[in-house]
């Protein structure tokens, strides 16, 4: 047995550790959480349990690395947004409608560190079956740069061909950059930016952290998916370099997803969100005209970049969905994987319903994260009492993201409906006013929903206690979904 003064000290080191900390903790609540409700739920943890709460807190509810990233942007890249114009976008308003367009226009355009850019070109590509094959066509006709950035990029199946056809890119002398997310790399057997390395490609990992360090920065992950060719052509989006996105192939665990080729000059607001990365991970400076070349408008479509993640100044798009919402008129159209909105956001929906906009949004029956699935069924309850309907598509998972305002605005990109994505994920979304896309993202969200169910007030009603318990306690951990 221990002597009594030494149990009697360790006692104290424990109740020293458990004051210290929890001071500690809550005076970094109190001073620099924004979210009240998140601050609240951190605060009432640490008091009841001061020795553990304050580690949680460590490692889940607070950004303590601010990347290197503001560095390279202010030290290495001149400021890409000029003073904000009274009409962004390209002509002048002679209507309420129009004026209303403009408006949201210069709250984005003031919201994000970029400008609006016009005569672009955007076109959607459903699933793997039709991204893939021409991601990998940009490949081979490459002359000059590519540039990749896959939060998930596996090296087996479609995988392995990106890696070989970017060997071959590179033995012709096209400069490559692959960067893959570190805990996104974890996905998947053997390591893809090993393979790619020893094949000769420059590819790194983002934020490759080990033991505590890794715990402490979990939460911070790049979640965008970007690839540019030559500097003047763009595929962002939602998808992940993975066989399950192979719907043709039957692999055996599928995903429904959604991808976009673009042309015009918002290609060079994407290919700077790259650079901003890689300079991060590499400490390379990508600049000239290899990788920034001169972009002439091709396109109806007016568009501007909009960079979210823990080191921007604001939380940048849940401000832009925000605006988004109050803008409606007629109608807002979300499809997302994974719907748990702020409290904010859910206001503004529950509004827009409210002054009779037609709110519909679309999420998969079958989650592939049951625990968010069914946090999620909690807050149905209060969006349908005031006319929003809700549908759940049916499998395989859909991970389609599908934001549409009014037939004429869209919001495409990596940013899904829920804490981790809206508030600590690295994440790029691409605003586009464009009635053509809006059209055709329409008609992609009507077909969905003609094959999903309907969720009514009467069916969450009908579930049992248990369930009900289940969503219930689902619902206590929201803020650190």
Same mark, same amino acid.
């Given at each position: 047995m221990l002597p009594a003064a030494v149990v009697i000290h360790w006692g104290y080191i424990v109740a020293f550790i458990s004051i210290f900390g929890g001071l500690a903790a809550l005076t970094h609540i109190l001073l620099r959480h924004r979210d009240h409700r998140s601050a609240s739920f951190w605060a009432a943890l640490v008091v009841l349990s001061p020795l553990v709460a304050p580690i949680l807190y460590l490692f889940l509810g607070i950004?303590?690395?601010?990347?290197?990233?503001?560095?390279?942007?202010?030290?290495?890249?001149?400021?890409?947004?000029?003073?904000?114009?009274?009409?962004?976008?390209?002509?002048?308003?002679?209507?309420?409608?129009?004026?209303?367009?403009?408006?949201?226009?210069? *709250?984005?355009?003031?919201?994000?560190? #970029?400008?609006?850019?016009?005569?672009?070109? &955007?076109?959607?590509? %459903?699933?793997?079956d039709q991204a893939?094959?021409?991601?990998?066509?940009?490949?081979?006709?490459?002359?000059?740069?590519i540039s990749i950035s896959s939060y998930i990029f596996e090296a087996l199946g479609i995988g392995s061909e990106?890696?070989?056809?970017? *060997?071959?890119a590179v033995k012709r002398g096209v400069e490559v950059r692959v960067m893959v997310d570190d805990a996104g790399t974890r996905y998947?057997?053997?390591p893809v930016v090993d393979a790619l390395q020893e094949a000769g490609v420059q590819a790194k990992r983002f934020m490759p952290n080990h033991f505590l360090l890794r715990l402490i920065t979990m939460n911070l992950r790049n979640h965008r998916k970007i690839m540019v060719v030559d500097g003047s052509k763009a595929f962002t989006g939602g998808m992940n370099i993975r066989e399950g996105n192979m719907l043709s192939r039957h692999p055996n665990h599928p995903v429904q997803d959604l991808h976009f080729e673009i042309t015009g000059p918002i290609v060079?607001?994407? %290919?700077?969100?790259?650079?901003?990365?890689?300079?991060?991970?590499?400490?390379?400076?990508?600049?000239g005209p290899k990788w920034f070349p001169a972009l002439d408008g091709n396109g109806p479509a007016s568009a501007i970049g909009i960079v979210d993640g823990p080191d921007e100044d604001m939380e940048v798009m849940p401000a832009a969905f925000f605006a988004a919402i109050n803008s409606a008129k007629e109608e807002i159209?979300?499809?997302?994987?994974? #719907?748990?909105?702020?409290?904010?956001?859910?206001?503004?929906?529950?509004?827009?319903? @409210?002054?009779?906009?037609? &709110?519909? @949004?679309? *999420?998969?029956? =079958?989650?592939?994260?049951?625990?968010?699935?069914?946090?999620?069924?909690?807050?149905?309850?209060?969006?349908? =009492?005031v006319g929003c309907r809700i549908f759940e598509s049916t499998p395989p998972f859909d991970h389609t993201k599908i934001f549409v305002i009014d037939g004429i605005w869209s919001f495409i990109g990596s940013t899904n409906w829920d804490p981790r994505s809206?508030?600590?994920?690295?994440? #790029?979304?691409?605003?586009?006013?464009?009635?053509?896309?809006? *059209?055709?993202?329409?008609?992609?969200?009507? %077909?969905?929903?003609?094959?999903?169910?309907? &969720?009514?007030? =009467?069916?969450? =009603?009908?579930?049992?206690?248990? %369930?009900?318990?289940?969503?219930?306690?689902?619902?206590?951990?929201?803020?650190?979904?």
């Open positions: 950004n303590i690395l601010r990347r290197r990233g503001r560095h390279y942007r202010r030290e290495h890249f001149e400021p890409w947004h000029d003073p904000v114009p009274t009409n962004p976008l390209p002509f002048h308003p002679t209507s309420d409608e129009a004026r209303d367009h403009q408006h949201v226009a210069v *709250t984005l355009d003031k919201i994000s560190r #970029f400008c609006f850019t016009h005569g672009n070109h &955007v076109t959607a590509l %459903q699933n793997g893939m094959p021409r991601m990998l066509e940009a490949i081979r006709g490459a002359k000059t740069t990106f890696i070989t056809q970017l *060997t071959v998947s057997w053997p060079a607001q994407i %290919q700077r969100v790259f650079a901003e990365d890689w300079a991060f991970c590499a400490g390379e400076i990508l600049d159209l979300i499809a997302t994987p994974y #719907f748990l909105p702020t409290a904010v956001l859910v206001a503004a929906l529950r509004l827009a319903a @409210i002054r009779g906009v037609k &709110v519909r @949004i679309l *999420t998969p029956r =079958e989650n592939n994260i049951a625990f968010v699935a069914w946090a999620a069924q909690t807050l149905y309850p209060q969006l349908l =009492e809206l508030r600590l994920n690295f994440e #790029f979304n691409v605003g586009f006013y464009d009635r053509g896309l809006a *059209t055709c993202l329409r008609e992609i969200f009507r %077909q969905k929903r003609s094959t999903s169910h309907e &969720v009514t007030r =009467e069916a969450l =009603e009908s579930a049992t206690l248990v %369930q009900q318990l289940r969503n219930g306690f689902a619902k206590l951990f929201i803020p650190l979904l």
